[in-house]
């Protein structure tokens, strides 16, 4: 807010935005308007230019209930200039999947996603292993004490996700929570974005893709699965990317060589919704059948992306984020690229031990862009962490969230 405008804070519904915009009002002295409050909207709806000249900063919750609020707030930075701290706001949507003239701040907005709450917020840990790993990446693998995380923990944080008002339930009541989530997230706030009569076959297409995540994005077999042409399909896919329900992961590196692959991957905003909507448990998760076990790889992949996106949206630096595969069966999970060219890899692995075939991926892309890999780490449930081979490493996946020392 000491450089920006206006900041935009997007996420999906019940996140937090409201909370963290609350707090933030509350220390400088100002309040927040509530669009979500019908008489409110109304209000504000016949009085704009008197709302929006209100002492800065301005704290608008739920834009997208009256998008014309934009306008109103962009008059203001005509009149008196693009000064920093003019206005926060949130929504529940992307703001470029509202209608134009809800894209009126354009240049002068600067967006910040909020996903849901990482394994070290919950715990009031300061996590960072990004930033170790880009820095010092032995720090990160050296003298680290023995993992205590059980698979049963691991396969509770997974079912329990990251959303704020979930994550402390169990049981029924967190069942009830994520059912309420889906519907409210289709029925209300996907009409606030878009006319659509198709209801139930968007909460298929989230079924459908839910069964998919941590997979290759297959839209077409989707559409099919679901009883509906690609076209819609794919309006229905970024309906749910605008409403954060779920997040494609770009492929990258498609110019290292020709056989890699071109198509995204799929993985739900939250380990915990992913659960949910799977029908599966922790006590499910703590079986040794194949498909459990198949599932969990899926879902803790999920996990883990998720928790490493979080850390990413918080860097100094941006970074972009993409998985990597080629056609011979070689795959990375997820890469992470800085602006210099610098890379992290990253696989995730349901399983104590990283074999020799789980570096497959690691050491191809080692090879392809040679001293630009920082590091590549096989995350494992295992206790120890240890370098496999030149540059390449073995992590517990609770390194994530363990506390780095120097960055106390």
Same mark, same amino acid.
């Given at each position: 807010?000491?450089?920006?405008?206006?900041?935009?804070?997007?996420?999906?519904?019940?996140?937090?935005?409201?909370?963290?915009?609350?707090?933030?009002?509350?220390?400088?002295?100002?309040?927040?308007?509530?669009?979500?409050?019908?008489?409110?909207?109304?209000?504000?709806?016949?009085?704009?230019?008197?709302? +929006?000249?209100?002492?800065?900063?301005?704290?608008?919750?739920?834009?997208q209930r009256l998008p014309d609020i934009l306008d109103s707030i962009k008059a203001r930075l005509n009149r008196e200039g693009s000064q920093p701290g003019t206005?926060?706001?949130?929504?529940?949507?992307?703001?470029?999947?509202?209608?134009?003239?809800?894209?009126?701040?354009?240049?002068?907005?600067?967006?910040? +996603?909020?996903?849901?709450?990482?394994?070290?917020?919950?715990?009031?840990?300061?996590?960072?292993?990004?930033?170790?790993?880009?820095?010092?990446?032995?720090?990160?693998?050296?003298?680290?004490?023995?993992?205590?995380?059980?698979? /049963?923990?691991?396969?509770?944080?997974v079912c329990a996700g990251g959303m704020p008002l979930a994550v402390h339930r169990s049981g029924a009541a967190r069942t009830r929570w994520f059912d309420d989530?889906?519907?409210?997230?289709?029925?209300?706030?996907?009409?606030?974005?878009?006319?659509?009569?198709?209801?139930?076959?968007?909460?298929?297409?989230?079924?459908?893709?839910?069964?998919?995540?941590?997979?290759?994005?297959?839209?077409?077999?989707?559409?099919?699965?679901?009883?509906?042409?690609?076209? +819609?399909? /794919?309006?229905?896919?970024?309906?749910?990317?605008?409403?954060?329900?779920?997040?494609?992961?770009?492929?990258?590196?498609?110019?290292?060589?020709?056989?890699?692959?071109?198509?995204?991957?799929?993985?739900?905003?939250?380990?915990?919704?992913?659960?949910?909507?799977?029908?599966?448990?922790?006590?499910?998760?703590?079986?040794?059948?194949?498909?459990?076990?198949?599932?969990?790889?899926?879902?803790?992949?999920?996990?883990?992306?998720?928790?490493?996106?979080?850390?990413?949206?918080?860097?100094? /630096?941006?970074?972009?984020?993409?998985?990597?595969?080629?056609?011979?069966?070689?795959?990375?999970?997820?890469?992470?690229?800085?602006?210099?060219?610098?890379?992290?890899?990253?696989?995730?692995?349901?399983?104590?031990?990283?074999?020799?075939?789980?570096?497959?991926?690691?050491?191809?892309?080692?090879?392809?862009?040679?001293?630009?890999?920082?590091?590549?780490?096989?995350?494992? +449930?295992?206790?120890?962490?240890?370098?496999?081979?030149?540059?390449?490493?073995?992590?517990?996946?609770?390194?994530?969230?363990?506390?780095?020392?120097?960055?106390?």
């Amino acid at each position: 807010m000491a450089e920006e405008p206006v900041v935009a804070l997007h996420g999906p519904r019940s996140v937090g935005k409201s909370t963290v915009l609350r707090l933030f009002a509350e220390g400088r002295g100002v309040s927040v308007v509530d669009l979500d409050d019908v008489e409110v909207r109304e209000a504000v709806a016949g009085n704009l230019g008197a709302v +929006t000249r209100g002492a800065s900063p301005l704290c608008i919750d739920e834009y997208q209930r009256l998008p014309d609020i934009l306008d109103s707030i962009k008059a203001r930075l005509n009149r008196e200039g693009s000064q920093p701290g003019t206005a926060v706001i949130t929504g529940s949507t992307r703001q470029d999947a509202l209608p134009v003239t809800a894209q009126a701040l354009t240049g002068r907005l600067h967006t910040l +996603t909020i996903w849901p709450l990482s394994q070290g917020e919950l715990a009031g840990v300061r996590e960072g292993l990004l930033e170790v790993l880009s820095a010092q990446p032995e720090e990160a693998v050296l003298g680290q004490p023995l993992s205590a995380t059980s698979r /049963e923990e691991y396969a509770s944080r997974v079912c329990a996700g990251g959303m704020p008002l979930a994550v402390h339930r169990s049981g029924a009541a967190r069942t009830r929570w994520f059912d309420d989530f889906v519907r409210q997230s289709v029925e209300r706030d996907a009409l606030d974005v878009s006319n659509i009569r198709q209801r139930q076959a968007m909460v298929d297409l989230l079924r459908h893709l839910t069964a998919q995540t941590g997979q290759l994005l297959n839209v077409l077999k989707a559409a099919e699965a679901i009883g509906v042409d690609r076209r +819609t399909a /794919e309006e229905h896919l970024r309906l749910l990317e605008d409403l954060f329900l779920v997040v494609r992961l770009p492929a990258w590196g498609k110019t290292l060589r020709s056989r890699v692959s071109a198509r995204p991957k799929v993985h739900l905003v939250d380990s915990g919704l992913a659960a949910r909507l799977l029908r599966i448990t922790p006590d499910k998760l703590g079986g040794l059948d194949p498909a459990t076990l198949t599932e969990f790889g899926h879902l803790l992949e999920t996990f883990v992306v998720g928790e490493l996106r979080k850390q990413a949206s918080w860097l100094e /630096e941006p970074v972009e984020l993409g998985h990597w595969r080629t056609s011979d069966g070689a795959e990375v999970d997820l890469i992470v690229e800085h602006d210099d060219g610098r890379v992290l890899a990253f696989e995730v692995k349901a399983n104590e031990r990283a074999t020799n075939n789980d570096f497959k991926g690691l050491r191809q892309l080692r090879d392809a862009i040679g001293t630009r890999l920082i590091a590549g780490i096989v995350f494992t +449930t295992g206790q120890r962490s240890y370098t496999y081979d030149d540059r390449l490493h073995v992590l517990p996946i609770d390194r994530l969230w363990a506390p780095s020392p120097s960055l106390a």
